[in-house]
């Protein structure tokens, strides 16, 4: 299947490792120019390198999307590596899991901070570029923890939150051509949760209540982020893709 994406750019947040840098080698593939931004401004790099080696084109740029001011120097850095924006995939995230009266204010500040003010201003800092032709995709990362998890207030919180944010946006967005979704990923088997000394017992766990009987990888959140991006996805917009084998709740 054609995506239409070749030529089109896409700026990933988050996407030194994990599922934003698997996102980022789908769309390179694609035919994208990706924009590899991330707290971890050498992993952003070595991540961009890596798609420049396979025959993509990439650049990595160190950014924290808590910062207006980093964001739109990122968005500045795309436009003149690329000359346009077309995609912003807000897929930076992070968890700071603790029962809430065990949950500093940090910890809760940081979550929402990173999730939602992060999608804030990337958004506010690549729409316009998005705006100038017509065009654009916007796919926010959610979690199936919108639902709720315990020792997850702050995720959940926050998680939920983009849903919200989400539908508001493709309220203001469609009629400029940009079209707003999110994704909400169930349990995706990242390198860094192999990592996890309990990894086997959570892969356990986790097939047992998903509908499909094995754990998501970072590509099944990728090709979803991509149909979201792509041509076919037009007539979709203010929706949450659930990538999570069947599991709600
Ligand atoms: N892995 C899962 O099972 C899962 C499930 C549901 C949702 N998600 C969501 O998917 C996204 C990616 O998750 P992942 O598992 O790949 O995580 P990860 O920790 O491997 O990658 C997240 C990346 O975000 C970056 N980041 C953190 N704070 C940042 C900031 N302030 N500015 C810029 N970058 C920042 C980190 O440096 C890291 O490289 C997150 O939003 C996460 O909440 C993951």
Redesign the pocket.
Known sequence: MDLGLQNRVAIV????????AETARFLAREGMAVVI????GD?AAATAAQIVAAGGRAIGTA????REAPVRQMVAAAREAFGRVDVLVN?????KDRTLLKMDEADWDLVLD??LK?AFHCCRAALPLMHENGWGRVVN?????LFGNPGQAN?SAA?AGIVGFTRALAMEQGRKGVTVNAI?????E????KSLPNFDTIVENVKAKNLVPFA?Q?GD?AGAVAFLASEHARYITGTTLYVTGGRYG
Request: aromatic letters at 6%.
């Open positions: 947040t988050g996407s030194a490792r994990g599922i934003g931004t991330d707290l971890d992993g950014c924290d999307v808590r897929n930076a995230g992070l968890v990173v999730t992060g990362i959610s979690s199936r923890a995720y998680k909400a990923p169930g349990f995706i990242t390198d860094y949760i998501g970072p959140v």
